[in-house]
T-cell receptor, first 112, second 114 residues
Framework: DAKTTQPTSMDCAEGRAANLPCNHS???????VYWYRQIHSQGPQYIIH???NNETNEMASLIITEDRKSSTLILPHATLRDTAVYYC?????????????FGTGTKLQVIP | EAQVTQNPRYLITVTGKKLTVTCSQN?????MSWYRQDPGLGLRQIYY???????DKGDVPEGYKVSRKEKRNFPLILESPSPNQTSLYFC?????????????FGPGTRLTVT
């Protein structure tokens, strides 16, 4: 199973772009990169996912390197409500089964 | 409203007393999963199910049972709870092969076993 590595914590000034890196050097060709966030002890919230190409939605952008060994989640204009733990995970789908491994994530603190 | 619900939200119990945490989703999702979250360890998958009557172990299945008799429900059963199962539990569902694999999480169940 591919595993991910993320920095333990990061700070970002309010209004600035928050760039959260993730390393997934053992990712397989058919595995997607997914990002979630968790505010306090609430249930994690899906943000975005991608396979090879960069992706953008109303919440964030996802940049995946050409070799797919790392990715960056970009929150273009961070607000205080974006303070959360951000998880980068890789989905292993084997024979139709879905085994998911979360890491410990990056705690993003948005500073006023 | 599309959602994943869990009950109870909080539970304090004693060692060895069987309990069930219910999980239900109203989105007709194929996949459902259970996770536990402990300080410093992130979220760890307990069991998952790709469809009715099809379940498999995640990373930490010991001490837990699940069943998937209906598509919408995926209860988590602790036959003989122990203090090391004190944790925050999350249920999640995702559409599956035809609809994608992003997971929708429930609000969590905080379990304390004394």
């Amino acid at each position: 199973d591919a595993k991910t590595t993320q920095p333990t914590s990061m700070d970002c000034a309010e209004g600035r772009a928050a760039n959260l890196p993730c390393n997934h050097s053992t990712i397989s060709g058919n595995e997607y990169v997914y990002w979630y966030r968790q505010i306090h002890s609430q249930g994690p919230q899906y943000i975005i996912h991608g396979l090879k190409n960069n992706e953008t939605n109303e919440m964030a952008s996802l940049i995946i390197t050409e070799d797919r060994k790392s990715s960056t989640l970009i929150l273009p204009h961070a607000t205080l409500r974006d303070t959360a733990v951000y998880y980068c995970i890789v989905y292993t789908i084997s024979g139709g089964y879905q085994k998911v491994t979360f890491g410990t994530g990056t705690k993003l603190q948005v500073i006023p | 409203e599309a959602q994943v619900t869990q009950n109870p939200r909080y539970l304090i119990t004693v060692t060895g007393k069987k309990l069930t945490v219910t999980c239900s989703q109203n989105m007709n999702h194929e996949y459902m999963s259970w996770y536990r979250q402990d300080p410093g360890l992130g979220l760890r998958q307990i069991y998952y199910s790709m469809n009715v009557e099809v379940t498999d172990k995640g990373d930490v299945p010991e001490g837990y049972k699940v069943s998937r008799k209906e598509k919408r429900n995926f209860p988590l059963i602790l036959e003989s709870p122990s203090p090391n199962q004190t944790s925050l539990y999350f249920c999640a569902s995702s559409p599956g092969r035809t609809g994608g694999y992003e997971q929708y999480f429930g609000p969590g169940t905080r379990l304390t076993v004394t």
